[in-house]
């Protein structure tokens, strides 16, 4: 069989064939005098066990170590990984929907306010955290936590929540927000060394919930992608305050 054959026969690409060459997972046959790859019988067997296997949705690696153990022995432990792993997709897809329920419901009741989908536990928290629509950076904080409220895994996400909420349930919390975003907003155009950037450096700290771990890093070494692009879109000033604060917060001097 020529390679066309054997993919049409096993239901994969020719490409795929030569991927699987290329990264090992298929030894390549004996090439005829006129330079083509003559393939046989079981090449063919290899190859649908490769596609049956990927099917499962192992990957390559995953692949090679099932085919390296003749015996087979590897192939349950590497199944039952990957069930374990689909079974929390599904419990992940099955709270997403739960989560998408209870903003349909609400849907029901009225138009769904601008910045939907929320979930209702950080809806509520927003409700008490209300701050007015005079506060440019208090909307883009809403955006950004509503953004980590839908992407986060389960338990990152309940630790959001967790801190969102326990700043929203301090007494004077709304009036402290006001006051922090107030004078982060005076900071739009001014320039990082502006003796107003400690001050609300001091004050966002203060608003921070206390690091249960004790062990928090400084954040001005801005290590983590998320916390680059969110910086990268302040005004310099207010990105200095923010660095400041997170490092008064992580050192425990807030």
């Known amino acids: 069989m020529r390679i066309g054959e054997i993919a049409a026969l096993v239901g994969v690409t020719p ?68 069930d374990a792993d689909l079974a929390g997709q599904e419990a992940g897809i099955r709270a997403r929907r739960a989560r998408l329920a209870g903003i349909l419901a609400r849907a029901d009741q009225g138009p769904l306010p601008a910045d939907a989908p929320l979930s209702p536990e950080l809806a509520d928290v927003f409700g008490r955290l209300e701050t007015g629509p005079e506060s440019p950076l208090a909307v883009r904080d809403r955006e950004l936590v509503a953004l980590l409220d839908t992407v986060a895994e389960p338990g ?70 998320f916390l680059r692009a969110f910086l990268a879109d302040l005004a310099p000033a207010q990105a200095a305050a923010v660095r400041q604060a997170m490092r008064l917060w992580a050192e425990g001097t807030a």
């Open 156 to 225: 990152e996400r309940e630790r959001l929540l967790g801190a969102v909420r326990a700043v929203a349930e301090e007494p004077g919390a709304v009036e402290r927000a006001r006051e922090v975003y107030a004078l982060l907003d005076a900071l739009a155009d001014a320039d990082p060394a502006d003796p107003r950037v400690p001050e609300a450096a001091r004050a966002l700290a203060a608003c921070l919930p206390p690091d249960p771990t004790g062990t928090a890093a400084p954040a001005d070494s801005d290590g983590h992608p």
């Open 15 to 82: 490409r795929a064939v030569r991927h699987y060459h290329h990264v090992g997972l298929l030894p390549e046959p004996a090439r005829r005098a006129n330079g083509y790859r003559e393939y046989g019988v079981r090449d063919a067997v290899a190859l649908a066990r490769i596609r049956r296997l990927t099917e499962l949705g192992l990957g390559l690696d995953e692949v090679r170590d099932v085919i390296a153990d003749d015996a087979g022995r590897e192939l349950a432990e590497v199944l039952g990984e990957l």
